[in-house]
């Protein structure tokens, strides 16, 4: 679930205790040693009655309260590729099973300052999504497919005694490693897709320490250990890929609870209606002369293309080589006697270059400033190719077919432009500025979205339309000096242009 919501003020990694990296490696991938040995099914069920007997407090746990705090670093969402930035995310759950009822809020601080800051309340058999800050939904609410189940899930993620009395009670058969020198047993069963999972446990005294999955190489380290309300948890969590921590996270309340707060689960006044979900084909709009809208690309994201001298220049080509193809396919049907000559993205983020692969690969010039062609050919899924590619390298100010390109100094990416169309005086962009589709004015401002507006204020660029990467394909000058002045006083209007 926390992938899915847009997904902490952490300064430093916390290490498992008694060990420093280098251990740590050999902690997982190490043969065990000579005094470990595997025990019939008899001992395994006499163990697994301890541990069961020891955990047994979770299963009264009905009523629960559950905060974290989580860092982990992101290469291809960072200011700069080279130096990756530390997202910091904050998680506040609680859970009532008797009443069916949950609350769910999550941030996360993105680079620029961007904060995505959800809640989910889930009652009466529904469950109700809505954006705290409004930049991304606005007011709109959203129904999601998300249960008490799913919640528990979750936090048995973070939270040991949950994860262990989940495994323990799963009715899967284990197996049992026990090591007497180092004072652990290890518990091992295949899942339905038949990875192999190993749940270590210190014996004296109980807790759980790791847990391990040998085909995918990932990793959960438990540590620290904090005794409150009659039980202990582990407040400092670790987990690993292929033993590359990726994710840092701090307990820092569990605790049982009488009930959650009716407030906590009302929807905010204001909100409302809620947004249609339905899968909608790509649509195809004229927008200006020789100016095309595309709509609903990876769902909620707009890519353009122009008719120039040259053929066809795409503006966009996020998510996935997938999306480039469909997105391809309908230029193909819409523009058939037009050859799609270049490419052109905003910023290196994979989410705004992950399609390039279907361009690169067909011979197509990709537009694009020097930092991002760098981070082109670091990105993992492009590597190995993408020195082949074709590029053009674009300078701030520089005009191609009519549409200049300005390379702003800002918070959020090293390299990141934004296109404006001189004839129609049309600006495409992403993650320069995301006011939502219903044009409802946030409540929190980036920093980066301050830059580019005062940026497009003392360069003195007219326009009549924002077309964002993200959500809002028509964002006004109206509604953009509206949201600037909300939250940082008025702005002049001017007339001139520059070209």
């Known amino acids: 679930m926390r992938s899915t919501l847009p997904f902490v003020h952490l300064n430093e990694t916390v290490k498992p205790q008694g060990y420093d990296l280098?251990?740590?490696?050999?902690?997982?991938?190490?043969?065990?040693?000579?005094?470990?040995?595997?025990?019939?099914?008899?001992?395994?069920h006499t163990v697994i009655s301890k541990l069961k007997?020891?955990?047994?407090?979770?299963?009264?746990?009905?009523?629960?309260?559950?905060s974290y705090t989580s860092q982990s670093e992101t290469r291809f969402q960072s200011n700069d590729f080279r130096t990756p930035f530390t997202i910091h995310s904050?998680?506040?759950?609680?859970?009532?099973?008797?009443?069916?009822?949950?609350?769910?809020?999550?941030?996360?601080v993105f680079p620029g300052n961007y904060i995505f800051d959800e809640k989910i309340v889930h009652q009466q058999g529904e469950t109700i999504l809505y954006d705290v800050n409004?930049?991304?939904?606005?007011k709109q609410l959203r129904f999601i497919e998300y249960s008490l189940q799913d919640l528990k899930e979750d936090m048995s993620i973070e939270i040991d005694f949950l994860a262990a009395y989940a495994f323990l009670h799963d009715g899967t058969e284990k197996t049992a490693q026990f090591n007497h020198a180092n004072n652990w047993v290890e518990l091992t069963q295949r899942d339905d897709e038949e990875e192999q999972i190993t749940y270590r446990f210190t014996l004296n005294p109980i807790n759980l320490s790791s847990i391990s999955y040998k085909n995918s190489a990932s990793s959960t380290v438990f540590s620290t250990p904090q005794h409150s309300h009659n039980f202990t948890y582990a407040s400092a969590v670790q987990h690993f890929n292929n033993t590359t921590l990726q994710e840092t996270v701090h307990v820092t309340r569990v605790a049982p609870i009488t009930h959650i707060p009716?407030?906590?689960?009302?929807v905010p006044q204001g909100y409302g209606p809620f947004i249609d979900d339905q899968e909608k084909n790509l649509q195809w709009v004229q927008i200006a002369p020789k100016i095309y809208l595309i709509n609903y690309v990876a769902g909620n994201r707009h890519v353009l293309v122009q008719e120039n001298p040259e053929g066809l220049t795409v503006f966009g080509a996020p998510s996935s080589r997938d999306v480039s193809e469909q997105v391809i396919a309908l230029i193909q049907k819409k523009l058939p006697q037009k050859p799609i000559s270049q490419v052109y993205i905003t910023h290196g983020h994979s989410d705004h270059m992950g399609g390039l692969a279907a361009y690169g690969e067909r011979g197509i010039t990709l537009v694009v400033d020097s930092h991002s062609i760098a981070a082109i050919k670091a990105y993992q899924k492009f590597s190995q190719y993408a020195a082949n590619w074709r590029f053009k390298t674009l300078t701030h100010g520089q005009t191609l077919n009519g549409v200049k390109y300005y390379l702003p100094e800002n918070s959020h990416a090293h390299g990141?432009?934004?296109?404006?169309?001189?004839?129609?005086?049309?600006?495409?962009?992403?993650?320069?500025?995301?006011?939502?589709?219903d044009n409802t004015l946030p409540t929190h401002m980036a920093d980066v979205e301050k830059e580019f507006i005062e940026f497009l204020k003392s360069e003195k660029i007219v326009y009549?339309?924002?077309?964002?990467?993200?959500?809002?394909?028509?964002?006004?000058?109206?509604?953009?000096?509206?949201?600037?002045?909300?939250?940082?006083?008025?702005?002049?209007?001017?007339?001139?242009?520059?070209?």
């Open 22 to 44: 280098k251990t740590l490696n050999a902690y997982f991938y190490m043969s065990l040693c000579a005094t470990a040995f595997t025990v019939h099914a008899s001992d395994a």
């Open 416 to 437: 990141q432009s934004f296109a404006y169309f001189i004839d129609s005086q049309i600006i495409y962009q992403g993650d320069f500025l995301e006011i939502p589709f």
């Open 134 to 138: 409004g930049f991304t939904k606005g």
């Open 53 to 66: 007997h020891h955990y047994a407090f979770a299963q009264n746990l009905d009523k629960l309260a559950i």
């Open 464 to 499: 009549n339309r924002i077309v964002a990467h993200h959500r809002n394909n028509n964002i006004s000058p109206e509604v953009v000096d509206a949201y600037y002045q909300a939250h940082h006083g008025k702005v002049t209007k001017n007339k001139s242009i520059t070209r």
């Open 90 to 108: 904050r998680y506040d759950m609680q859970l009532d099973t008797t009443k069916q009822q949950f609350f769910f809020h999550d941030q996360h």
């Open 262 to 266: 009716p407030e906590l689960l009302e």
